[in-house]
């Protein structure tokens, strides 16, 4: 099992051992379930990005297949917390924690919310954590739901387009190749930055 977990949360492996479908399913659940906050989603796109050119057997589509089926993914994956936000509603702040569940990612976004707005759902996608938690959030507060969809769709291409499309042009650089790791902890400190500051001040 904690192999299992292990490989589930390294973006190689989910390509190498799951293919396409696990690919698909991993950024449907980070962007909207509320067990997959912890999923490697940035890491994820950026490393297919790269293996469309670097191994474009491996997953069996081009860039802009890939771009379109991740884009679905993340935008279902949106209506399924947005659906589960309007079901629960305020008895998710009333939630004691769990292994899973923090209400402190809850507050974090909400806090993320109130100061973005709608742009949340956008500029959320590039956050861990929030991308996760906002829809759901726009569930709770009953957004109004085309508006909603807007931000959906505009955020799942602008995440999925950005990221897979810089891992393709980077992918035929030998260096970054060879040095995926060290790129992939860049990816997840940089995104990490905005998270840390919104608390640090909710806090103070």
């Known amino acids: ?7 589930l949360t390294d973006p190689q492996s989910i390509i190498h051992y799951g293919g396409l479908a696990l690919l698909l399913f991993v ?3 980070e962007t909207g379930l509320l067990i997959g906050f912890f999923l490697p989603g940035d890491s994820l796109i950026f490393i297919s990005g790269m293996i469309c050119v670097s191994q474009p057997g491996l997953l069996g589509v081009n860039l802009v297949q890939l771009i379109f089926l991740l884009s679905a993914s993340a935008i279902l994956g949106n209506c399924a917390g947005y659906w589960f936000g309007a079901r629960v509603g305020p008895a998710l702040f009333k939630r004691e924690d769990s292994l899973i569940f923090k209400k402190r ?10 100061k973005n707005g709608g742009k949340t759902l956008i500029m959320g996608r590039f956050l861990p954590i929030i991308r996760t938690f906002a829809p759901i959030l ?6 109004d739901f085309k508006r909603f969809m807007l931000f959906n769709i505009i955020g799942a291409f602008a995440w999925i387009g950005l990221l897979s499309g810089t891992g393709y042009y980077l992918g035929t650089y030998k260096w970054v190749q060879e040095n995926i790791g060290y790129i992939v902890i860049a990816l997840i400190v940089i995104t990490l930055i905005p998270l840390v500051i919104t608390y640090l001040k909710r806090k103070k």
């Not at 099992?1 to 490989?7: C, D, P, S, T, V």
């Not at 990612?105 to 109130?114: G, I, M, P, S």
């Not at 726009?138 to 957004?143: H, L, M, S, V």
Request: glycine fraction near 4%; charged fraction near 25%.
């Open 1 to 7: 099992m904690i192999e299992f977990l292990k490989q």
């Open 27 to 29: 950024v449907f659940a």
């Open 138 to 143: 726009a569930g709770i507060i009953k957004i």
């Open 105 to 114: 990612y809850l507050e974090l976004t909400r806090d993320f919310y109130q």
